[in-house]
Nanobody, 126 residues
Framework: QVQLVESGGGSVQAGNSMTLSCAISRRGFSIYVTGWYRQAPGKEREFVAA????????DYEDSLLGRFTISRDNAKNTVYLQMNNLNPEDTAVYYCAAATSVKTIPLRIPGMYNYWGQGTQLTVSS
């Protein structure tokens, strides 16, 4: 069983930074890729970033590259999403997801992830 729990969301003013965390429990499963997605009101879920658990290779949505950083702490089984210079368009529910059957990135198709967290709300005000 794999469980993912996001934390770190909340309200922030534009221009500020925030870090989201995704704590992963994975009894009996190997996680190959962990990704972050977001879904704004009235919009489809969109890919944000992904990290290869073994190599730490990363992949980002082009428009977020340079502003968002994904990382992982193997000892803590936690994946982070550092977000800088936030703007109101970043307001969304952020989800982390784990892939246990696909071993490589880029991995942007939501259906390729086997497990999802419940999401954490980020609201950026102008």
């Amino acid at each position: 069983q794999v469980q993912l729990v996001e934390s770190g969301g909340g309200s922030v003013q534009a221009g500020n930074s925030m870090t989201l965390s995704c704590a992963i429990s994975r009894r009996g499963f190997s996680i190959y890729v962990t990704g972050w997605y977001r879904q704004a009101p009235g919009k489809e879920r969109e890919f944000v970033a992904a990290i290869d658990w073994s190599s730490e290779s990363t992949d980002y949505e082009d428009s977020l590259l340079g502003r968002f950083t994904i990382s992982r702490d193997n000892a803590k089984n936690t994946v982070y999403l550092q977000m800088n210079n936030l703007n109101p368009e970043d307001t969304a529910v952020y989800y982390c997801a784990a892939a246990t059957s696909v071993k490589t990135i880029p991995l942007r198709i939501p259906g390729m992830y086997n497990y999802w967290g419940q999401g954490t709300q980020l609201t950026v005000s102008s």
